[in-house]
């Protein structure tokens, strides 16, 4: 199943990264396990956690402004985690949609070769059907985001089924929402489960298969320390991901990159 792109105008995505940095002084990580829902992949019920009593906190508007629109720049305790760019030459390698019982053991293998750990944003649904291939997942390093269970449109979503979407995915300090459609309210939500939204800076498209060659030059041409890519392991036919991850990876590390897996 291929899926387009959110349609967002740059300066809303610009805007929502500011939003990102304003999550940074959300939960501290230890509270993440203790404080948040007791839900597992495989569990689908709705959770009756009503999101005005999480302690969610919005960040002052001033104080967002005077942020620069990108997550980087954040200086909680926290948020010093996700200073993405503090150790050189690195990026972070994200792979949506998953698991998939085909493509995802062939994504590990190339990360395996290229000694490369990466960030799974995988769906509730695919991971409740697929708990192997999470578990093999985490065996090899890598770390596993929440994608919600379902991959549905958050923003047209009622309060109820938002919640519901995100709390019944796979539990994760992180979430990504699915076309990167989100605004505020989501982020909320996802935050009253301790959740962190990650988006991303670099989007190879490889889910609408414009060949390996593009999906290879998007990652060459993007590329630079601590930038995190878009790529998939599930949604359709990954053969174009898989053989541009492996040429990508081999000229990066050549140029001095290593990979590593987002704090989730
Ligand atoms: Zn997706």
Known sequence: MTRPPGKLLPLVAALLCGAVLAQAAEPADHSITAAAPAVKASAHAPLSIPVTQQPVRAAPRKQRQQRPPHRRASTTAVADDWNLTKHGKVLYLTFDDGPQQEWTPKVLRVLAKHRAKATFFVLGREAAAHPDLVALTRAAGHRIGNHTW?????????????????????????FRPPFRDTNAHVEAVAAAYHQRQVLWDIDTKDWSRPGTAKVEQAILQGARPGAIILMHDGGGNRAETVSALDSALTELSRQGYTYRALPC
């Open 150 to 174: 379902d991959h549905p449109v958050l923003t047209k979503l009622a309060p109820a089924e938002l919640r519901r979407e995100i709390s019944t995915g796979v539990r994760s300090k992180c």
